[in-house]
């Protein structure tokens, strides 16, 4: 059985009790996460990527319904296609395995209307209900993947040619690739630490939501992606903008830049801008 590998977590970055916090085997994997994006060719042994499946089909689930499926991607030369369509990264066919957690409806109406009943479902909430059953079984499955020693990185850039994807993978109407997950033993020495996030003020909220001392708190977070060089060689370039001169560029500066239009969050004016076309002709609804 892989042994799981102790790393530095979120608990002791952000210099928080251990025992307060009660950093068990659990909590360590939970918060020592960390994308890794350069793979080994070494292959994942079938019980461990069984074991792997079967964490993400414990994932919790909207009313049973089990909204999504999961498809398992091996084949070379498939992987490559995958990552040609998201974005050219390369490590999503260096990995030995890619999964990808697609929202799917197509299974409901087919038992709806294998019953003789109408479907009636194709709605925004079944849309989210779906999408969030895909990802709750991401989640399970990185968590599964990390507490065996292997690395992960979740790929959202497979949503980039939504039509294409369903093409390669064979998706029915009513199946959408909500986001992958590439997996594998990661190379060693290519690993940064746990990347800080926001004050726990900014994002956990007691009773009701707050916004008092935002600014302060961001400014602080600021600093310190600033201070580890986060961002150096990963600035969001404004089409049709003079560059800002004397701004410290930092989580602010760098997240701002992404929201100016909805399409740059995909880092081009080209990606996803047709999604909700795209997915009302696959048989969603909104």
């Given at each position: 059985m892989t042994e799981y590998r102790k790393r530095n977590t979120r608990i002791e970055l952000e210099g928080l009790s251990k025992e307060k916090h009660l950093l068990n085997e659990t909590m360590e994997v939970l918060t020592a996460h960390e994308s890794v994006r350069a793979f080994q060719s070494k292959d994942i042994p079938a019980n461990m990527l069984q074991a792997i499946t079967v964490a993400a089909r414990s994932a919790p689930t909207s009313s049973n319904l089990q909204a999504y499926s999961i498809i398992v991607v091996k084949e070379e030369q498939r992987k490559a296609r995958l990552a040609s369509l998201s974005g050219n990264q390369s490590f999503i066919k260096d990995a030995p395995v890619f999964l990808v957690f697609c929202a799917d409806i197509y299974r409901l109406k087919h038992?709806?209307?294998?019953?003789?009943?109408?479907?009636?479902?194709?709605?925004?909430?079944?849309?989210?209900?779906?999408?969030?059953?895909?990802?709750?079984?991401?989640?399970?499955a990185l968590v599964a993947a990390e507490s065996l020693g292997l690395g992960c990185v979740p790929v959202g850039s497979i949503r980039n040619n939504p039509k294409a994807v369903a093409e390669e993978l064979g998706l029915p109407a009513g199946v959408f690739a909500v986001s992958g997950l590439s997996i594998g033993y990661e190379k060693e020495g290519m690993r940064r630490g746990v990347k800080p996030r926001l004050p726990e003020q900014v994002t956990v909220h007691k009773e009701k939501y707050i916004t008092e001392n935002l600014d302060s708190l961001l400014d602080k977070y600021d600093k310190t992606m600033i201070s580890r060089k986060t961002y150096d060689g990963r600035r969001v370039s404004l089409a049709g903008e003079p560059e800002k001169h004397g701004v410290d560029y930092g989580w602010r500066e760098h997240t701002a830049r992404r929201c100016t239009k909805p399409e740059t969050i995909a880092a081009s004016a080209s990606l996803r801008e047709n999604l909700k076309n795209i997915l009302e002709k696959r048989g969603f609804s909104f």
């Open positions: 038992v709806t209307e294998s019953q003789g009943y109408t479907f009636l479902s194709n709605t925004l909430e079944m849309f989210l209900l779906s999408s969030m059953d895909a990802t709750l079984a991401l989640q399970n």
